[in-house]
């Protein structure tokens, strides 16, 4: 085991140490949220909000955390969402990722705005989902489709809830942007960080040549570093529910819907034909004052029971994973700690953050009662304020 994972025994202790490897840029780009951060903070406070109730004595000795996701089998019920330009931190970092979410037995997504091919990702693990931001018009829909089915990919993702670029002062202030300008605090920030100069940027140069936005569209993009070149928005602010239906007759595997925080809208795409929704906020990256995901579940699991429901945003433990579980996910996914994972330590980081993930979740089974997840339901939590009442009357 690396010195570094010797002292990681939860998934916050991997952000101090991707902090220091990483230019500010770069750090900037996975760790801040948008306008004022009111979403990022609000994602961690509403698991807060609920308690368990444990059952006693239930016998808890043939504990299973399997699930079953469109067919197929994972050991765990998390997996690893998808964040664009992972292999800036980590050399290949979406091949570290996508392999190792496969050797794992978890999900994992890759993201749209990456910079190793699709087709890359597929050959090497092909359990991976491929997350996609749609272009406006019909003609690219179908396109980057067509791209995505020849790869191989059996699951699609469609993040829905990103329309228009976020607020970008907080990577602005900290020199981030979408391509990166060269400039002298570019330069220094990243000669600051031999480690990760040498390791992820000046390795990749050398033996891949520069980053490009690989699956924006079906076409090559832009390249992660520019003086001129501008990332296209690629008129997503036209989609519409007309669109959702003309790729859920274009694609004939799985398809996800990402980005769902209305009971409404989660009927709406059911009904659409989508097989999964994941509820999410971004991550607090999208729109600052949005609700959390956790605190809509539960309607959201109601309004739509079939529909194989999943949830992102906040998560960080083990309870809050069971939280999620009981509250009418079937799967939850984690962005930003895998990320620092995977920078700290690249597949064996990613592995770690997997483990410690798992190990919480087998041990908070037994202290809740459960053998098998599918035992989980609301009865295993209370809104705290409520609880309380209860216990005070």
């Known amino acids: 085991m690396s010195r570094h994972l010797k002292d990681i025994h939860a998934l916050h202790d991997f952000e101090p140490l991707a902090r220091k490897k990483l230019p500010r840029q770069l750090f900037s780009y996975i760790h801040n949220g948008a306008d004022d951060e009111s979403t990022l903070h609000n994602n961690r406070r509403a698991f807060e909000r609920y308690g368990f109730v444990p059952r ?8 299973s955390q399997k699930i079953s996701l469109f067919g197929q089998e994972y050991d765990s019920p998390f997996g690893i969402s998808p964040v664009g330009i992972a292999a800036m931190w980590c050399y290949r970092g979406d091949l570290v990722l996508a392999r190792t979410a496969q050797e794992q037995r978890v999900p994992a997504v890759m993201s749209g705005a990456s910079l190793i091919r699709m087709e890359d990702i597929a050959a090497a693990a092909p359990a991976t989902w491929f997350q996609a931001y749609m272009p406006g018009e019909a003609a690219r829909v179908e396109a980057l489709i067509e ?7 059996k699951t699609l993702v469609l993040t829905v809830d990103l329309p228009v670029a976020v607020n970008p002062d907080r990577y602005v202030r900290n020199g981030f942007t979408s391509p990166l300008r060269p400039s002298l605090r570019l330069v220094w920030d990243g000669v600051s960080h031999p480690a990760w100069l040498c390791g992820t940027f000046l390795r990749t140069l050398a033996r891949h040549g520069m980053p490009h936005f690989e699956n924006w569209r079906a076409e090559r993009g832009t390249p992660i570093l ?3 070149a501008q990332r296209e928005s690629l008129g997503r602010d036209h989609l519409s529910w007309e669109h959702l239906r003309l790729i859920r007759s274009l694609w004939k595997g799985d398809l996800v819907v990402k980005g769902i925080l209305r009971w409404q809208d989660a009927v709406t795409a059911r009904d659409c034909g989508v097989d999964g929704i994941v509820v999410s906020n971004h991550g607090g990256r999208q729109m600052d004052g949005a609700v959390s995901p956790l605190l809509v579940l539960p309607e959201i699991a109601r ?13 960080r433990r083990g309870t809050d994973v069971m939280k999620a579980l009981a509250l009418g996910a079937r799967c939850v996914f984690l962005g930003r700690s895998f990320q620092y994972a995977s920078t700290v330590a690249g597949a064996a980081g990613v592995a770690h953050a997997v ?5 919480e979740i087998h041990r908070n089974m037994a202290l809740l009662g459960i053998n098998r997840l599918d035992e989980l339901d609301a009865s295993f939590v209370r809104e705290m304020d409520s609880f309380s009442r209860s216990c005070a009357a």
């Open 56 to 63: 006693m004595l239930e016998g808890v000795a043939e504990r």
């Open 303 to 315: 309004a739509v029971p079939d529909v194989t429901l999943m949830m992102d945003s906040g998560i």
């Open 226 to 228: 520019s003086a001129t």
């Open 355 to 359: 483990g410690i993930l798992r190990t």
């Open 147 to 153: 791209r995505v089915r020849i790869a191989g990919f």
